[in-house]
């Protein structure tokens, strides 16, 4: 089985500062791209940042220069530094993975999602 355990959401005023992690673990046998995406009620799930195993990354026009991902392969872990916060930045946000499990006779990669984590950012 495979996880993706997120943490260090929380409240916090604008022009603030949050950092994201998250963890993916169980029967890994590799990890492609990391990424994170947000939603608010009533609203569909939105890229924020994806981050490939090489490093290439990718950010939604709402957070570049903002907002900056980064991961450490060695810990299976992606992490999303968000700086200059804004009350439209307030969403549940997501970890999503593309991981190839061990065990398995060939090697397949899927989609794999964390439960999210609250941020919050106040006027």
């Known amino acids: 089985q495979v996880q993706l355990v997120e943490s260090g959401g929380g409240l916090v005023q604008a022009g603030g500062s949050l950092r994201l992690s998250c963890a993916a673990s169980g029967s890994i046998f590799s990890i492609n791209s990391m990424g994170w995406y947000r939603q608010v009620p009533g609203k569909q799930r939105e890229l924020v940042a994806t981050?490939?195993?090489?490093?290439?990354?990718n950010y939604a026009d709402s957070v570049k220069g903002r907002f900056t991902i980064s991961r450490d392969n060695a810990k299976n872990t992606v992490y999303l530094q968000m700086n200059s916060l804004k009350p439209e930045d307030t969403a549940v946000y997501y970890c999503?993975?593309?991981?190839?499990?061990?065990?398995?006779?060939?090697?397949?990669?899927?989609?794999?999602w964390g439960r999210g984590t609250q941020v919050t950012v106040s006027s």
């Open positions: 999503n993975a593309y991981i190839a499990a061990s065990g398995t006779p060939k090697v397949r990669f899927y989609d794999y």
């Open positions: 981050i490939s195993s090489g490093g290439s990354t």
